[in-house]
């Protein structure tokens, strides 16, 4: 999937709100399948609520897709608990397939200004990686 151009989608976030990839076209996405229940995606969303709180008006949008299987009533309490700042949609089995299947969370694709998939993390990555590898695109023009 990576230096391909990102599968289009759309998808209802916790709040019934309907968020399309499109809806952030020119701006550096970082798309990150994971779950209430897992631990490692759990520690990765203070670091994403801090990068969207300091980039997003450089052109960064984080967007969680959430794969639990409880779907709203469980992700909608868990995100407004955890304060997140960013769009979280409700994954569903097209999205995932699209993006080459999830074999493990959180993996999370990093898409450039352009709509093309620059990077793939699968586990738990340093916040000092996804900032340093988001700075690098956010300084592109779109």
């Known amino acids: 999937m990576v230096n391909k151009p990102a599968p ?48 997003g008006t450089q052109g960064l949008t984080i967007i969680g897709a959430s794969v639990d299987e409880g779907g709203v009533a469980v992700v909608k309490p868990f995100v407004q608990k955890n304060k997140m700042n960013y769009p979280v949609v409700l ?35 340093e916040k000092a990686d996804f900032e340093k590898e988001i700075m690098a695109l956010l300084k592109t023009a779109s």
């Open 8 to 55: 289009p989608w759309e998808l209802t976030d916790v709040f019934g709100r309907k968020v399309k990839l499109s809806d952030f076209h020119g701006r550096v996405v970082v798309l990150d399948f994971w779950a209430t229940w897992c631990g490692p995606c759990r520690k990765e969303i203070p670091d994403f609520i801090d990068l969207q709180q300091r980039l």
């Open 91 to 125: 994954g569903a089995d097209k999205i995932t397939g699209d993006y080459g299947g999830i074999e493990g969370i959180p993996t999370t694709f990093i898409i450039d200004r352009r709509g093309k998939i620059v990077a793939k993390h699968v586990g738990l990555t």
